[in-house]
């Protein structure tokens, strides 16, 4: 089960998921009208850029990117909250675009989603993808930083 319906469990919110498997922060972009703006959403969660590190995508260019997503969706009203991601040796500044993304937002940061999920193969679908055990804990990682008062 994808960590936005484990999320909805934990909430007891319903919870969109306007993500798409492989999708890059261009891809995104592209979709952030119809798939997320149009639904006038209170809290968008974000959990994007793994694609543009493993698809080679400069790291410029995929935080560009992601900075007009979040000012884009903050503009229409909305809390956001990054799920970074942190793969030392292997990430090419990606941690560090996401912290700046985050200050220059002021979007909420979870600077690395993913941490002690990846690399635990009891947590891990693949190489790169968590298992239902995994989402839980991005689940969790999610509902401990969402504002109380964020919430309907």
Do not use: C, W
């Not at 639904?39 to 850029?49: F, K, N, Y």
Request: aromatic share 6%.
């Amino acid at each position: 089960m994808d960590y936005p319906s484990q999320l909805s469990r934990l909430l007891e919110k319903p919870i969109i998921n306007a993500g798409i498997p492989g999708d890059t922060t261009a891809g995104a972009l592209r979709r952030l009208e119809e798939d997320v703006l149009s639904r006038s959403p209170r809290i968008v969660l974000i959990t994007l850029g793994g694609n543009d590190l493993k698809n080679r995508v400069p790291a410029k260019r995929a935080f560009t990117n992601l900075k007009i997503i979040v000012e884009a969706i903050q503009e229409a009203g909305a809390l956001v909250i990054i799920g970074g991601i942190e793969l030392p040796i292997f990430d090419r500044g990606f941690g560090d675009g996401y912290r700046q993304v985050a200050s220059e937002t002021g979007a909420i940061l979870i600077p690395n989603i993913l941490e002690g999920i990846i690399g635990n193969s009891k947590l891990m679908s693949d190489p790169i993808h968590p298992n239902d055990d995994g989402y839980a804990l991005m689940a969790r990682s999610f509902y401990e930083v969402i504002p109380a008062n964020a919430l309907p």
